[in-house]
């Protein structure tokens, strides 16, 4: 057999639900030791996939391996050789971290002997020993996927199935995540990972994109970028949300974004597209080529349809224009027993604002979130959202608000319409106005067709957009939303926040906050959080100029995993981590790094490409929960 | 073999199922606090005895004969009479107000039919909105009428009273001391409710968290689940068990004749029957909600009706008496009784072990069988 | 205000009968529990199975023994030959009592001396025995009596007993317990299913977006409530169509009146089902403690077990419990037909509990999330 050292292969696998057809003859092989990206839309049937790798699901027809056994016939005998990570948080919340390994120790039968050592050095090597003895329902997001993971190793399996394992985690731990997948890999475990990040299908040595079922294209990461075909064209004009309407005019079949300064076009002809560029804007136009990135093919997976343009010109229906501050507080803050949840914030929000709540998991966003929906008393400070007190009118406040949760929060046991209907009946909606909301709100998530569907039925990215109708049914002037894109595919979040951008244009404050380090460039004003405290804040470009003293160098190279533990070593330099598929180099002194890194390569004669960039929202912030670490230390 | 079956494995689980009981502090509280309360209550408040009938006499006829028939009544262990009443209406309007259950009504001419031998009727008024009480309470009257009119047939023909005189003898129970029934009975109740309705959430608790996917990815086998959830339940099932038979010795001198092992051998196997009904509630429902609704509605009150404990099964309707057999506390109840009060040993209670035994099978077998540790 | 209330109680009653399992648990179990626990609840003694062990073999004997035979309160089940054999039987529950005559029964009766007899009764049911013990006695009180007519050859008539049974004429039981059932249904079936109201949406992570909308508490309370009210009252009225369809059970009293009690028994149990939801953290200890709620409520509410016969504080103690006034008024106007007036006792304490209970669950459910 060709694939004798395929770790993982799929061949005709099928499966349906009724009359959707999950995984369409799906056929894969993974190598040895690979790190493979399984990537694609919600509802793509990546977990149906895997699950049927992982033996746990009965295929229609076709069948997989794991380590040369069948995933249909030998469904026990893989599970010694394997490992799963489900999606939805698997572990026990009212059990300690260790109770949590050692049961999963001791159904994998680890070998007794050198066992408390070996999951000591698994805690060790996660950075997880000082939780040992915490309960994993009081864990971070972050770290209940870490423990996860140890879980799954526990048993040195060969072969790791992770189904979306960073869902919601920040950077900082998504990082130190993937630390440990290299660190897996380079000893010869197989890892089959989706994700919904396409940064982290960037680090893969090869990656599936999946949609309808099917696997549409594998390869590296910039062989699926070559081959798509797609060219970007990517103009800077003087007002970009003035113009973006007129763009999406011109190229009715593209799909159009605002990314930082520049609005992309995805084109298939870009000397065409330039052209037709150049004769219909007015005013100074800047238009460049671009390369395509793996999100520019993702979004030519879903080309928006006309009636997205209606849809963004629907979201304001009926909003109330108002001018002034919307949130301000004064020394908000919120213990918990001796715990400080939320020391002292103050914000001064506007009305028309995107205002961005960065932190790691448990820095206190969702805390102060929930203050400001008066969904929890403050224990001191004050604050008012819409010109009403927190603490004495929070029952008003409820009257001016959407608010959506992190957790899936709709009832999963009533259908798609009986979910809306139920808030807009809550919010004192009825008779035609029901009807139209009702409309729109299915038009907002796209579930139009399938509005008599069970809510429970519902892919990762549907139910995040349903739950967002829900939460602005009633047209609020101000808008909380609590990490509302984690989980969700790269179209979902790019069309929340297309949303979210109409939103604000008609006035209304949208609070939010996101894991997403590339979302925050799209906020008008940030704040950047950690164990409480408010560590930064200001405009996206005030926040990379005012609070990075250090700066960037992106190394582009192959293998980075394996470059970083000596680069880290060398003098001036303050950082070195994964980013993107290549490295980020942190430094005080730019030139002399910059120096000592191409001398280190050629020293190597390894080809990598170094230089000096600006720093990204990412970087700052791990800069800043850095600096505020050493602080507190 | 990765096929057989692992004691560490099931271990594992046993221990994790102990962690989840004793991190719920206060479920565990009720299950250890439900025998005793039990026990309290039935053991105090509640007497099924129907013994010192609230009665009311209206007595028109004033002599010592009918003094004679109302010292009857009260005299015995079954009427009390509460009130002496002169109108009829009175008696109609006490009954409404339950105050009395039976009321008795002696005639002007009482004495003057007696003592010249025309028939004499003597009314009782009773309540029956409760009938089975109203049917004794009438059966009583007739038999206290029949005992002085035997007296007054002595009386007048000179006789010593009662030439076949009744010896009453109860056995196994001396007093008619009905709290010695407790324990079995309730002993049953908190068997069936706490077992059934604690394993009815484990499997389903598990789906709807999530937590039952990830599991499902390890070797773990059908009966190490099954197992590893019902021993700790098991656990606290049989400490329930000893908490009501020394509440029961303490609190109401409860004798236990027959051999305390054959009582932990009846309840284990008790025990793993109801604990796997309600697991297979759980595995078949997969929602907590309703498996814990179908393991109580079938557990509380047919428990509490057709298992013998409050009404004896005998002097139910045949159909209702085939009924009962679908009910294992009906088993477990009358083989502790025997045990407690008979004292018998065990080739006596094979049947009833038998059927115990084979519905105990039946529920494991059963609950494995609908296990399905596959997310198809 | 009314819109939302609309919009919950939609949404509540949707979820609770989308299922076709919980449809059965809401309308169906109760209805076949009360059709088989109806036939089930008999204090009524017959047919005792007694074995004889007569060592005097006489005409006497023989007569008691048909007398007794022929009452229809005993069944001459064997002869036994000793005592050994007597307890067997009474060990592996054969028979339930035994008459022993001893020799010279027959020879002491004519000499006009005292004779024992012993009747032995399994005490393992006191009660049983209790009835056993009182029936035979009056037939061998009858025994005694026409032997001294025998004797004397002298005849009397005998005082005759007549009973005549107030509201239930033929002393039918299912005139007590089918009513009575309803009642304990409708305790089980509110308690239960209510408790868990909140909890659910707590455990599940729901409650946090409802928070959030400007619904008011009492609209989220009443929400909450009244789609078990309207379960729960169809359920009654199922209840009682079958309870007139397979027992001819008719409601004395007023349909009116007998709305107004269910009512009020419902609302007072949805008060306190919704106290132990919002007090609890998951929904299993939302069960136990409403099961361990739901015990002395329904023992204690007089329906199986009399009040009368508990000890005086037991006695105030039922006057906290819901079941007993709800029991009381139900089967009240069901049997006797009583009205308002006589039931107004009653009815103070239900409007008393429910006021209480509801009161203080929405007194302690906060919209905020400590």
Sequence with gaps: MSNFNSAITAQDITKSFGKLKAVDKVTLSIREGEIFGLIGPDGAGKTTLMRMLAGMLTPDSGDASICGRSSLKQHQQIKDDMAYMSQKFGLYQDLTVYENIRLYADLYDVSKKNMKEQINDLLDFSYMRPFRNRRAGKLSGGMKQKLQLICALVHKPKVLLLDEPTNGVDPVSRRDFWRILYNLSAEGVTILVSTAYLDEAERCSRIALMNNGRIITTGTPSSVIDESGIKIASVKTQDNQQNISKIRNLFPDSSIHIFGEKIRINTSDYQAASLKLNENLDGETEITQEKPMLEDIFMSLQSRSGSSEKLLSMVSEGIEKREGSSVITSSLTKRFGDFTAVNSIELDVKYGEIFGFLGPNGAGKSTTIKMLCGLLIPTSGNGSVGGFDISKNPEKIKENIGYMSQKFSLYEDLKIYENIDFYGGIYGLSGDKLKKRRDWALELSGLKERSREITANLAGGWRQRLALACSIIHSPSIVFLDEPTSGADPASRRLFWDIISSLAAEGVTVFVSTHYMEEAEYCNRLSMIFRGNMIAHGTPFELKEKYMDDKIVNISVEQPQTYIEELSKMEGMNDVALFGAGLHARTSDPDSVLNKINKYFSAKSVHADSKLIQPSMEDVFVSLIDQAEVADA | ?376 | MLLKLKAMLIKELKQMLRDPKMRMVVLGIPTIQMLVMSFAMTLDVKNINVTILDFDKSSTTYEIAHKMNSSGFFKIESYANSLDEVRGMLDNGEVRGAIVFEAGTQEKIYKGQKADVQVIADGTMSNDAGIIFSYMSSIISEYNMQNMFRLTGKADTPVEFTARALYNENLDSRFYYVPGIITMMILVTSILLTSIAIVREKEIGTIEQVMVTPIGKFEFIIGKTLPFFITGIITTTIMLTIAFLAFDIVVKGSIFTLGLVVSLNILSYLGLALLISSASYTQQQALLTAFFILMPFSLLSGFLFPIDNMPMPIQYLTYLDPMRWGFESITGVIIKGAGIRELSTQIQWQIGHAVFFLTFASFRFRKTME
């Excluded at chain 2, 099924?48 to 004969?65: F, G, M, V």
């Excluded at chain 2, 004794?136 to 009428?145: E, S």
């Design chain 2, 1 to 376: 073999m990765p096929d057989s079956f692992s004691f560490r494995r099931l271990k594992a689980i046993i221990v994790k199922e102990f962690l989840h009981i004793l991190r719920d502090w206060r479920s565990l509280a009720i299950a250890i606090a439900m025998p005793i309360m039990m026990l309290l209550l039935f053991g105090y408040a509640l007497n099924i005895d129907l013994k010192n009938i609230p009665t009311a006499i209206i007595d028109y006829s004033k002599t010592p004969e009918s003094r004679e028939l109302i010292s009857t009544f009260d005299g015995s262990p079954y009427f009390k009479i509460r009130n002496y009443y002169d109108d009829k209406q009175e008696i109609e309007k006490a009954i409404q107000r339950r105050e009395i259950k039976a009321g008795i009504i002696i005639d002007k001419d009482f004495a003057k039919h007696i003592n010249n031998g025309s028939p004499v009727h003597v009314f009782a008024v009773i309540d029956g909105s409760d009938a089975n009480t109203g049917r004794l309470v009438m059966n009583y009257i007739q038999a206290l009428g029949m005992i002085y009119n035997e007296r007054l047939t002595a009386k007048k023909l000179n006789f010593q009273s009662s030439q076949i005189n009744m010896k009453p003898r109860a056995w196994y129970n001396q007093e008619l001391i009905s709290t010695f029934n407790l324990v079995p009975g309730i002993t049953a109740i908190v068997m069936v409710v706490i077992a059934s309705m604690l394993a009815s959430v484990t499997v389903a608790k598990e789906w709807e968290m999530g937590t039952m996917e990830q599991l499902i990815s390890t070797p773990v086998r059908k009966l190490e689940m099954t197992l590893g959830k019902a021993i700790p339940l098991y656990v606290i099932g049989i400490a329930d068990v000893m908490i009501a038979a020394y509440a029961g010795m303490i609190f109401f001198d409860v004798p236990l004749r027959g051999e305390p092992a054959l009582v932990v051998l009846t309840a284990t196997v008790f025990l793993t029957a109801v604990l796997f009904f309600g697991l297979f509630l759980s595995i078949a429902l997969k929602k907590q909600v309703l498996a814990n609704q179908i393991a109580i509605m079938s557990g509380f009150l047919p428990t509490l009706i057709l298992s013998g404990f409050v009404f004896t099964i005998a002097n139910m309707p045949l159909p209702i008496q085939i009924i009962t057999h679908l009910f294992p506390a009906r088993y477990f109840i009358s083989i502790l009784r025997d045990i407690y009060l008979k004292g018998v040993g065990f080739s006596m209670l094979f049947t009833h072990f038998s059927f115990l035994t084979v519905y105990a099978v039946l529920m494991i077998v059963l609950a494995n069988k609908k296990l399905k540790l596959r997310l198809d």
